[in-house]
């Protein structure tokens, strides 16, 4: 986040990586070129596996380009404008569905997504959903014995039991957790901030130095994702990290994919997105993004995804009366978290 | 001397490296500008009150921060200029260098280490019986954070002044029986003060372009800086006229305080010296040795500790598994190609635009003195605000900064012929005993400091310059003046060796010693070529 100047340099590094990716797909006849965020190309992400179970099929060649994050990529598409040599973008979130549509860039799928299931029922003639998560206060269990059982105790509880949250001006976390304040509160939602300012020890440009901090053992809560147990049960072998379920309900985040308007190969472009709703794909995302696949996977998920909160009901805004207010409603909430 | 075509040569590849540097980043604005995005007008409320605020904020902690990295960074180079024996000094300094490599991140972790709710003070507090912890969240997280990352350099570039001035200064100084106060405001002082604009304005930039470490430990939103605003302008809300607009706001604030900085500190001269082993004479014993220890051993504390509080963590997270690791090899490999590249790309433009600044301030164009300053000043804040590519960035401004300093010392030094070699000012007193009859440096002079100082046995001075070695000679002149009740002593000397070792930076002329009273000339041994060097009076 050190480098936070550098979208300015935005045209500069479109040029280079643009001058950059042609030569590593020159190879093969066909190729789809997948815009994506940077942790789903990791070593670690589901990229890889993704490209392999693709290629078996389709008698083609992906290739990625990769930002940082979701937000970032539509900053990459309006940058590069109709010159863009995206095919797919993959990585967008929910909120941003009503800004991307607005830069014309995409097209209809025209994907069946009857399989497809998200709670809260999101569906879109435009952007197909491929996992989703619910953000979630992630609680200590050796600091924290009784944690808030609904956001209303998490504003009103003891402010000595501090939470560390993201910045919704520079991050999804925090932008989800501005929204979900928003639903359940309505025009009362300055004054929960107002309170729940208290209870906050810091605001974090980011999701790895929330989680940083709380880790570290700063804070016995963080704002973060249901399923960031299931990688600490999974990857660490210890329950220690757990989501406290909320009784109003949780907000989600869907993360979707569409294709681009100037796709070079609009059929190719049309099964990525089928199969991205598909057995395989599903099956990737789970232990590699630590997302919830919106469909059906080969195999059971693993036990610790059973072990998970789950919603009973989901709070999601639709993308237009996000676009519409965020900044009104962000400067609410900079009043009343700066008010001494 | 250079010749008139290579001078040019010189200005004129400078002026390419500036060139550069300004197209670049005029370019990549002007390209965010092309972008016709409407939206930016309905929130002018909103933008104005923020915005203010906000630049308040980066104004206040920058310069609050910039101010107790330099106090912090005088006492520790001090400290170690002093201490030249000092057991693992070298180490110790290369220690310094270390935070400035490291992630924004990673730095707030290993801070949290020992300042957070759960580190090390707290957790000692709590054993010795306090339970309220210390917060260390808000302003003054930000200040410990930006200290941390700030002072190791400031300290790092004072030490090379102070270690640059020349060997002359400390043998004339510790023959006068300066105190460390006078050693200071004579001696150190004057390196010091030269170097401060360059470094304040340095360390001011970086910190009003924090952003992470800001908003992490800043504790909420009332600590953001102007970058979180432009940030914020080009992430979610997309409006790059409004990040261009804040980028100008960013670099116009920066550049009000670095014109300010210049003009309040006047730049010193450069000490010039005859190249003799640098010794130092101070802060060998008692009260100021152990002051210096203390300093040096708190320094080295408040930047050990979260440097091993992260690599405490390092280590128990399977490094060895992490080394192996084929990702992490090849994301080390980048990394070294990267800075390498950049690093060679920063120093070469630098050199480049250092040398043609030399070339400008060639006595023959005085007016180009002042351009050339314009230019690197404008380069240093360009690359600091526009942050251009994070660390590189930096590493171009350090160079700029650093390399600003190195002047060859004959660019002031006016007569050549008047070499300062192994010149070196004995004086004795018969009956010498504690007391400093001649006043540090001609400070003596002034009437109410001679009073104070005066004894009668400072008539019977048994002067003696000695030059030492075989360099030219100094000659020196007693005058000895009775009033009211006392006798004080003066001297003065003669030729640019005593002048520049008894009055570094010319703080007092020559002229106000001389002239009065009786004149005592003293015969030094080997002095045969006094006319060489006496002007006047002689």
């Known amino acids: 986040m050190r480098k936070a100047i550098i979208p300015f340099l935005g045209p500069f590094i479109a040029a280079v990586a643009a001058l950059a990716t042609p030569f590593s797909a020159s190879a093969e006849d066909k190729v789809l070129t997948v815009y994506t965020y940077e942790s789903f190309t990791s070593e670690w992400g589901p990229?890889?596996?993704?490209?392999?179970?693709?290629?078996?099929?389709?008698?083609?060649?992906?290739?990625?380009?990769?930002?940082?994050?979701?937000?970032?990529?539509?900053?990459?598409?309006?940058?590069?404008?109709?010159?863009?040599?995206?095919?797919?973008?993959?990585?967008?979130?929910?909120?941003?569905?009503?800004?991307?549509?607005?830069?014309?860039?995409?097209?209809?799928?025209?994907?069946?997504?009857?399989?497809?299931?998200?709670?809260?029922?999101?569906?879109?003639?435009?952007?197909?959903?491929?996992?989703?998560?619910?953000?979630?206060?992630?609680?200590?269990?050796?600091?924290?014995?009784?944690?808030?059982?609904?956001?209303?105790?998490?504003?009103?509880?003891?402010?000595?039991?501090?939470?560390?949250?993201?910045?919704?001006?520079?991050?999804?976390?925090g932008l989800g957790l501005l929204l979900w304040v928003k639903s359940v509160y309505g025009d009362e939602a300055a004054a929960a901030w107002g309170k729940l300012k208290d209870r906050v020890l810091t605001v974090t440009p980011g999701w790895s130095e929330a989680y940083g901090l709380f880790t570290k053992g700063e804070a016995p809560m963080v704002l973060s994702y249901t399923t960031s147990p299931a990688y600490h049960m999974v990857a660490e072998g210890t329950d220690r990290y757990q989501a406290a379920s909320f009784s109003e309900g949780h907000y989600i985040q869907i993360e979707v994919a569409g294709m681009t308007k100037n796709a070079k190969d609009p059929a190719l472009a049309k099964d990525f997105l089928s199969f991205v709703t598909g057995l395989e794909f599903q099956s990737i995302i789970p232990t590699t993004n630590w997302m919830m696949p919106v469909a059906a996977t080969k195999e059971p998920l693993p036990e610790a995804f059973g072990k998970l909160v789950t919603p009973e009901k989901t709070f999601l805004m639709s993308s237009d009366e996000v676009a519409a207010n965020r900044k009104a409603w962000i400067g609410e909430w900079l009043a009343a978290m700066s008010k001494n | 001397m250079i010749s008139r075509i290579e001078r040019r040569l010189t200005i004129a590849a400078g002026a390419f490296c500036l060139g550069g540097i300004v197209l670049f980043v005029c370019l990549a604005a002007a390209a965010l500008l092309a972008f016709d995005e409407p939206g930016s007008a309905d929130d002018d409320v909103l933008f104005d009150a923020y915005v203010w605020r906000v630049a308040r904020f980066t104004l206040l902690q920058a310069s609050l921060s910039t101010v107790l990295s330099i106090l912090f960074a005088i006492l520790v180079s001090r400290a170690l200029a002093r201490q030249a024996a000092f057991p693992g000094r070298v180490w110790i300094i290369r220690l310094m260098a270390l935070p400035l490599g490291l992630p924004a991140l990673v730095v707030a972790l290993g801070l949290i280490g020992i300042w957070g709710r759960q580190g090390v003070l707290n957790t000692a507090l709590v054993a010795v019986g306090l339970d309220q912890?210390?917060?260390?969240?808000?302003?003054?997280?930000?200040?410990?954070?930006?200290?941390?990352?700030?002072?190791?350099?400031?300290?790092r570039l004072m030490l090379g002044g102070l270690e640059r001035i020349p060997g002359e200064y400390w043998l004339v100084g510790a023959n006068l029986g300066m105190r460390p106060l006078s050693i200071f405001r004579f001696i150190e002082w004057p390196a010091i003060r030269g170097l401060l604009p360059g470094?304040?304005?340095?360390?001011?930039?970086?910190?009003?372009?924090?952003?992470?470490?800001?908003?992490?430990?800043?504790?909420?939103?009332?600590?953001?800086?102007?970058?979180?605003?432009?940030?914020?302008?080009?992430?979610?809300?997309?409006?790059?006229?409004?990040?261009?607009?804040?980028?100008?706001?960013?670099?116009?604030?920066?550049?009000?305080?670095?014109?300010?900085?210049?003009?309040?500190?006047?730049?010193?001269?450069?000490?010039?010296?005859?190249?003799?082993?640098?010794?130092?004479?101070?802060?060998?014993?008692?009260?100021?040795?152990?002051?210096?220890?203390?300093?040096?051993?708190?320094?080295?504390?408040?930047?050990?500790?979260?440097?091993?509080?992260?690599?405490?963590?390092?280590?128990?997270?399977?490094?060895?598994?992490?080394?192996?690791?084929?990702?992490?090899?090849?994301?080390?490999?980048?990394?070294?190609?990267?800075?390498?590249?950049?690093?060679?790309?920063?120093?070469?433009?630098?050199?480049?635009?250092?040398?043609?600044?030399?070339?400008?301030?060639?006595?023959?164009?005085?007016?180009?003195?002042?351009?050339?300053?314009?230019?690197?000043?404008?380069?240093?804040?360009?690359?600091?605000?526009?942050?251009?590519?994070?660390?590189?960035?930096?590493?171009?401004?350090?160079?700029?900064?650093?390399?600003?300093?190195?002047?060859?010392?004959?660019?002031?030094?006016?007569?050549?012929?008047?070499?300062?070699?192994?010149?070196?000012?004995?004086?004795?007193?018969a009956g010498a005993g504690n007391g400093h009859p001649y006043g540090p440096n001609g400070e003596a002079c002034r009437q109410p400091r001679a009073r104070r100082l005066a004894s009668p046995a400072a008539d019977r001075l048994a002067g003696v310059a000695q030059a030492v070695a075989d360099g030219p000679v100094v000659c020196l002149r007693l005058v000895t003046r009775r009033s009211r009740g006392g006798g004080a002593v003066r001297f003065a000397g003669y030729g640019d060796a005593a002048l520049a070792a008894v009055q570094p930076h010319g703080r007092l002329p020559l002229d106000r010693c001389g002239g009065t009273g009786a004149v005592s000339r003293l015969r030094l041994p080997g002095a045969d070529d006094c006319r060489h060097a006496t002007g006047r009076g002689g």
């Not at chain 1, 290629?55 to 979701?70: F, I, L, P, R």
């Not at chain 2, 917060?135 to 400031?154: E, Q, T």
């Not at chain 2, 800043?218 to 302008?233: D, F, K, L, N, R």
């Not at chain 2, 043609?356 to 804040?381: I, K």
Request: proline share 5%.
């Open chain 2, 133 to 155: 912890p210390v917060s260390v969240y808000g302003l003054s997280g930000i200040l410990v954070a930006h200290v941390f990352f700030n002072m190791p350099l400031a300290a």
């Open chain 2, 199 to 429: 470094i304040a304005g340095l360390i001011f930039m970086l910190c009003a372009t924090s952003f992470t470490l800001v908003l992490t430990l800043g504790g909420g939103p009332a600590a953001s800086t102007i970058e979180v605003a432009i940030y914020q302008a080009l992430r979610f809300d997309f409006d790059p006229p409004r990040a261009i607009a804040l980028s100008l706001l960013q670099i116009s604030v920066t550049a009000a305080l670095l014109i300010a900085i210049r003009l309040l500190t006047p730049t010193a001269d450069e000490g010039h010296g005859g190249g003799r082993r640098v010794r130092r004479f101070d802060g060998r014993r008692g009260l100021g040795r152990a002051v210096d220890w203390l300093v040096i051993a708190f320094a080295v504390l408040f930047l050990a500790l979260p440097l091993g509080s992260v690599v405490s963590s390092g280590l128990r997270s399977d490094l060895v598994r992490l080394a192996s690791d084929p990702v992490v090899q090849r994301a080390l490999l980048t990394s070294v190609v990267i800075a390498l590249m950049s690093g060679l790309l920063c120093v070469l433009s630098a050199a480049l635009m250092i040398r043609a600044r030399q070339a400008a301030l060639s006595p023959r164009r005085p007016a180009m003195v002042y351009r050339g300053l314009a230019a690197g000043n404008l380069c240093q804040f360009v690359a600091g605000a526009v942050g251009a590519a994070g660390r590189s960035g930096g590493g171009l401004v350090s160079a700029v900064a650093a390399a600003r300093r190195c002047r060859p010392f004959c660019a002031a030094f006016g007569h050549p012929d008047q070499h300062v070699d192994g010149a070196a000012l004995r004086l004795s007193r």
């Open chain 1, 47 to 173: 990229g890889a596996k993704v490209v392999e179970a693709f290629e078996k099929t389709c008698g083609c060649k992906v290739s990625y380009v990769s930002v940082a994050d979701g937000v970032e990529l539509l900053t990459r598409l309006k940058l590069e404008g109709a010159s863009s040599k995206a095919d797919i973008v993959l990585g967008l979130d929910t909120n941003l569905v009503s800004e991307a549509k607005a830069t014309g860039f995409f097209a209809p799928h025209g994907v069946d997504t009857s399989a497809v299931k998200v709670p809260g029922g999101f569906t879109d003639d435009t952007f197909v959903p491929y996992d989703y998560g619910h953000f979630a206060v992630i609680y200590d269990t050796e600091t924290m014995k009784e944690p808030p059982k609904s956001l209303k105790e998490l504003v009103e509880g003891d402010p000595n039991q501090k939470i560390v949250i993201e910045d919704p001006r520079t991050s999804t976390p």
